[in-house]
Nanobody
């Protein structure tokens, strides 16, 4: 059973930065596709970023609303994935969830929440104007 624990959320002013972390345990992290999703009150869960697994470097993809501002990365030695969020805007306010799946193929960066089997509990990010 894979467990995911997010951290790094908080309150930040517009224009600021935050770095989210997700620590995984209970499996072979290097073979997981890892994603970040978010959900704001009253809205559907939204794709933020994904990094695939690969023997030669993961493929990344981003949601249109965060491209150029957010960066996803992974450290297989630490079984962790990170989301660096810069130039934050109030519309980024949401609960951010880390997701993992070990059935997706190498270099397959899925943006679909239904493709991910394992989910963390989420971390709140609030951006004030």
């Amino acid at each position: 059973q894979v467990q995911l624990v997010e951290s790094g959320g908080g309150l930040v002013q517009a224009g600021g930065s935050l770095r989210l972390s997700c620590a995984a345990s209970g499996g072979t992290f290097s073979s997981y596709a890892m994603g970040w999703f978010r959900q704001a009150p009253g809205k559907e869960r939204e794709f933020v970023a994904v990094i695939s697994w690969s023997w030669s470097g993961g493929v990344t993809d981003y949601g249109d609303s965060v491209k150029g501002r957010f960066t996803i990365s992974r450290d297989n030695a630490k079984s962790s994935v990170y989301l660096q969020m810069n130039s934050l805007i109030p519309e980024d306010t949401a609960v951010y969830y880390c997701a993992a799946d070990d059935t997706l193929g190498p270099k397959y960066a899925s943006s679909r929440a239904s493709d991910y089997e394992y989910w963390g509990q989420g971390t709140q990010v609030t951006v004030s104007s």
